[in-house]
T-cell receptor
Framework: DGGITQSPKYLFRKEGQNVTLSCEQNLNHDAMYWYRQDPGQGLRLIYYSQIVNDFQKGDIAEGYSVSREKKESFPLTVTSAQKNPTAFYLCASSPGLAGEYEQYFGPGTRLTVT | AQRVTQPEKLLSVFKGAPVELKCNYS??????LFWYVQYSRQRLQLLLRHISRESIKGFTADLNKGETSFHLKKPFAQEEDSAMYYCALTEGAQKLVFGQGTRLTINP
């Protein structure tokens, strides 16, 4: 089954712990994105990557880190510095630039930090 | 900063009635605008984009640069249209800026 996979579906962590969310795609897409979805706030961009070994901060990058060592993988680490980490996280990919191509979304990971 | 505003968090209409989901934007250049939709238990997916000028599932959206709007319309709502709808705009062609979303409910 092709597409974007995110794991796990639900994730629980204690406050003060770092946690890494997985995002994998087998669509051979160059660009990948991480969004945070909160009720009433829509989707907000955390980080994006247009090519392997390169990534840029989005609008709410503080407290998050990413890596793009492989084309198919774009893991997101939620660090203890993120003040409100409990949220629904969506990963997406596209063949190229956001303005030219549709973004394909994963099923999401719901992170709960207590 | 570019901004996308969807003024209605919730919208409820009866089956067969016309639907209009509002989207306003602020952008200094020539915008690329999109509507994404998320049906219950499904992934967020592209519904339509303004440059394609096509109708998808009976929905259309016209870019009005004078009013800086990109409202989504459908003349006759169907129950399967119930979903969360997001308007989005590209910023610098590299990333999307999303609105807050409108939850559309079609009543039988």
């Amino acid at each position: 089954d092709g597409g974007i996979t995110q794991s796990p579906k639900y994730l629980f962590r204690k406050e003060g712990q770092n946690v890494t969310l997985s995002c994998e795609q087998n669509l051979n897409h160059d660009a990948m994105y991480w969004y945070r979805q909160d009720p009433g706030q829509g989707l907000r961009l955390i980080y994006y990557s247009q090519i392997v070994n390169d990534f840029q901060k989005g609008d709410i990058a503080e407290g998050y880190s990413v890596s793009r060592e492989k084309k198919e993988s774009f893991p997101l680490t939620v660090t203890s510095a993120q003040k409100n980490p409990t949220a629904f996280y969506l990963c997406a990919s596209s063949p190229g630039l956001a303005g030219e191509y549709e973004q394909y979304f994963g099923p999401g990971t719901r992170l709960t930090v207590t | 900063a570019q901004r996308v505003t969807q003024p209605e968090k919730l919208l409820s209409v009866f089956k067969g009635a016309p639907v209009e989901l509002k989207c306003n934007y602020s952008y200094s250049g020539s915008p690329e605008l999109f509507w994404y939709v998320q049906y219950s238990r499904q992934r967020l997916q592209l519904l339509l984009r303004h440059i394609s000028r096509e109708s998808i599932k009976g929905f259309t959206a016209d870019l009005n640069k004078g009013e800086t709007s990109f409202h989504l319309k459908k003349p006759f709502a169907q129950e399967e249209d119930s979903a969360m709808y997001y308007c989005a705009l590209t910023e610098g062609a590299q990333k999307l800026v999303f609105g807050q979303g409108t939850r559309l409910t079609i009543n039988p």
